[in-house]
């Protein structure tokens, strides 16, 4: 389908935010705003939201892809993923402005972005939310990623012979290696912040995921130490197990691709994977 890219000046809290509006000639009453991880701009790693973007609108969505306040070419301070509420708000006004066909909006995001995404609704029950793709979503403390460490790192590391073979020339120092895997086991033991503690981004995380009766769809990447604390973080909470049984959810796996999904084929998953999930569940 043909579509067209323009810029929206989008004003939010007295600055103004640039965004990028791919626009179909006929666009379906869903659109998607592609919230970006952090620090990034609207362009992403290796032009990734570009192409997104670009493939979304061929697919006849409307897509919005911006640069948070202080960031990009965005005037104003720039905020951590958990102070963007009102970032997220503005963009989806100035969408359905741009295209007042557009009645419902799924929020894209990839990293942080993603927890940025359930965080806006957990903060305002934006009824306009019809739907979230959740890219690696991040959940990180220091004991997610130290048990990530030692399970996928670690075991990794000792059972490599280049790495016996460094050791035995010098090249890694022993002391340096054990006192590494020594610190990730006495972080893994910590317990993380409750569930229920109302000052963990996980729980209002969670608690989004709870309340919202939107569609999700979950994607991960199979090489990624964010993508596989957040499967081990999920794992080891009973509520949090629960929930990745749900129907509302739909979970897709990319078992070979890193954390940005930085080849044109592993780029081609994630897309096919979020049209047929918007074409199919959302549309």
């Known amino acids: 389908m043909k579509f067209t890219e323009e810029p929206l000046f989008i004003t939010c809290v007295g600055e103004q935010m640039l965004g990028i509006l791919a626009l179909p000639k006929v666009p379906v009453d ?8 952090g620090p990034q701009t609207r362009v992403g790693s290796h032009r990734q939201f570009v192409l997104l973007a670009r493939t979304f609108a061929q697919a006849g969505y409307a897509v919005l892809r911006f640069d948070y306040r202080g960031m990009g070419d965005s005037t104003g301070t720039q905020r951590t993923f958990d102070a963007v509420d009102e970032d997220v708000a503005a963009a989806i006004d100035a969408l359905q402005t ?5 009645r ?19 903060g305002t029950r934006d009824p306009r939310v019809a739907g979230f793709c959740l890219v690696n979503p991040w ?38 290696a054990i006192g590494g895997l020594m610190n990730s086991l006495r972080l893994s033991a910590k317990t993380p912040v409750a569930a229920g503690s109302e000052t963990s981004f996980q729980a209002k995380m969670l608690e989004a995921l709870q ?5 999700m769809l979950v994607i991960l990447s199979g ?22 049984t749900q129907p509302k959810l739909t979970r897709h796996e990319i078992s070979d691709a890193d954390h940005t999904f930085s080849s044109a084929h592993w ?3 994630v897309e096919q994977a979020t049209i047929h999930w918007l074409d199919q569940t959302v549309r």
């Not at 419902?104 to 942080?112: A, E, K, Q, S, T």
């Not at 004991?143 to 890694?172: E, I, N």
């Open 30 to 37: 869903v659109g998607v705003v592609l919230v970006v991880g």
């Open 98 to 102: 741009a295209a007042p066909a557009i």
């Open 104 to 122: 419902r909006i799924v929020l894209w995001g990839l990293c942080d972005a993603a927890s940025a995404a359930l965080l806006y609704w957990h």
């Open 139 to 176: 959940v990180r403390s220091a004991a997610t990623l130290a048990r990530t460490q030692v399970k996928h790192y670690y075991g990794q590391r000792f059972l490599s012979a280049d790495f016996w073979q460094k050791l035995l020339r010098g090249q890694v120092g022993v002391g340096k």
């Open 211 to 215: 309340a919202c009766p939107a569609p």
């Open 223 to 244: 090489q990624d130490f964010v993508a596989r604390e957040f499967v081990e973080y999920a794992s080891a909470d009973p509520v949090w197990s629960s929930f990745m």
């Open 267 to 269: 780029r081609s998953q």
